[in-house]
Every structure is written in structure tokens, then in C-alpha cells.
């Protein structure tokens, strides 16, 4: 990275007052969840995007983080969380493991991180691996796992999951990620290609619930690796 992040780390608009009005929109949105709420408050939205974007990192917006990929706005990101941590319990859960698949820029890992004991993220594109394992690892976020691979397939090695996130959408659950959900997880996703819907499969025992929200719009889950 050209610039240091620790010097690029409390500056005018990117300032922790700036995330606060952030939270504040958040909440009026809708988000309830104090715990994720601190966790957005607490991560630096605007060192996970170019130095050219930070002034916009705090707006709800998606930005673009190279590779024709996207992060999603913060809204989106808040509720993705609450979702996982909450499943049909209006009050959140713990969480030990987590999935997600899309670490991209790594900004919704951190996020999750926040929220359990360990998030492991896998990504396709190995050059945005190699470039968000080193941001990770300057702010120093050491309970997510950074791995370049094929997220429709999971990670079976580091299954059962309390919840798996997935930050690309695909038409249907990409086939064996339910069965990587541990008792009582849950599965973050949104379903759909032109028209995408927020769903959440909640897994008790062998039985699943399906549960659909609101409309989203997220770039598209990809097979195989780049
Ligand atoms: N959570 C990310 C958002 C990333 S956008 C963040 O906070 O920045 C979605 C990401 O999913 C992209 O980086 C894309 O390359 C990745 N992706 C798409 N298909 C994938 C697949 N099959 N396996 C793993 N990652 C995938």
C-alpha cells in the first residue's frame, strides 16, 4: 500500500465522529442490534477503499474496490450481520465460527470478526486475497482468515458453522453450504440474479426454514477461481 494506513487512520471526515453519524443512520434505518452497531461504529470503513473514495466511505453507498468488484453499503453490511447473529431469536447469538464467501476488500469480514470468535473468508480472485490479507493484517483484525478458493463449495475443513455469509448472488444455496451450517445456524444470502431477494435458512436439525426479505443488489457469485 502507497500510504501507510496507521497515518491515513484519524483524519476530518474519516474521523470516529464521522462513523458515529454513520451508526446514528444505521439505527433510524432500522438496525437494532447494539452489537452490531458498535462493531460498525468500531471498524475504519474508510481504510478498507482507495484513498481517493475515503471521503465517501461513510455515506450509504456501495464503492467500487477494484477487479469490478464492489463493498456493499453500510446498511447492507448491518443487516447481513444482524441477520447472522439472529436468525428468527429476537435476541442475537454468539458466534464461534463464521463463513463468509466474498471477502473482497475485507471490510464485512472485519465486521463479523467483531461479532465472533473466528470468520473465515474465502475469495476467488487471488490478487484481492493477497492485498486485503496484508490490510487485515496492518489493522491488525487476526481472527479472520483470508483464503483464496471457491466459496460454493465451502470450507468443509473448518465446518460446522454458527453462520455463513455469502456477499454474491446465485440463483440458488449453492448445493452442500446447508450442510456446513451446525445446529441452529444460520445462512446469509442473496438470492437471485437481475432481481435479488435477502434470504436468510436457518438449519434445525435436518430441517430448514427459508426466510425471504427485502430486494438487494449485490454483483454475482463466479465459479472457479481467478
Ligand atoms: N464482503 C466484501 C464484498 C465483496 S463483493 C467486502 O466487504 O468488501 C463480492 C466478492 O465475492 C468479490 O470480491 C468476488 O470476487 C467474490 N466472489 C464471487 N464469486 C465467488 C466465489 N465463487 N467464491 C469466492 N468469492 C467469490
Request: hydrophobic content about 45%.
Amino acid at each position: 500500500m502507497a500510504e501507510s494506513l496507521n497515518l491515513r487512520a484519524g483524519i476530518g471526515m474519516t474521523s470516529a465522529r464521522t462513523r458515529g453519524r454513520m451508526v446514528e443512520r444505521l439505527r433510524e434505518q432500522g438496525i437494532k442490534d447494539e452489537i452490531v452497531l458498535a462493531a460498525m461504529g468500531a471498524v475504519p470503513r474508510h481504510l478498507f477503499v482507495d484513498q481517493a473514495l475515503e471521503s465517501r466511505a461513510y455515506e450509504d453507498t456501495a464503492l467500487p474496490i477494484g477487479f469490478g468488484q464492489t463493498i456493499s453499503n453500510p446498511y447492507t453490511v448491518a443487516r447481513m450481520a444482524e441477520l447472522a447473529r439472529h436468525g428468527e431469536a429476537s435476541q442475537g447469538h454468539e458466534l464461534g465460527r463464521v463463513l463468509e464467501i466474498g471477502l473482497g476488500c475485507g471490510y464485512q469480514a472485519a465486521v463479523l470478526g467483531r461479532l465472533a470468535r473466528e470468520v473465515v473468508s474465502l475469495e476467488r480472485i487471488a490478487a484481492l486475497v493477497g492485498k486485503t490479507r496484508q490490510r487485515l493484517r496492518e489493522l491488525r483484525v487476526n481472527n479472520v482468515k483470508p483464503k483464496h478458493g471457491d466459496g460454493m463449495a465451502g470450507a468443509k475443513d473448518f465446518a460446522p458453522f454458527d453462520a455463513i455469509v455469502i456477499a454474491a448472488a446465485f440463483a440458488e444455496v449453492p448445493h452442500g453450504l446447508l450442510a456446513q451450517l451446525g445446529d441452529g445456524g444460520r445462512l446469509v444470502m442473496p438470492l437471485g440474479n437481475a432481481t435479488q431477494t435477502l434470504c436468510v435458512f436457518e438449519r434445525q436439525g435436518d430441517q430448514f426454514t427459508e426466510r425471504r426479505l427485502e430486494g438487494v443488489k449485490f454483483v454475482p457469485l463466479l465459479p472457479g477461481v481467478a
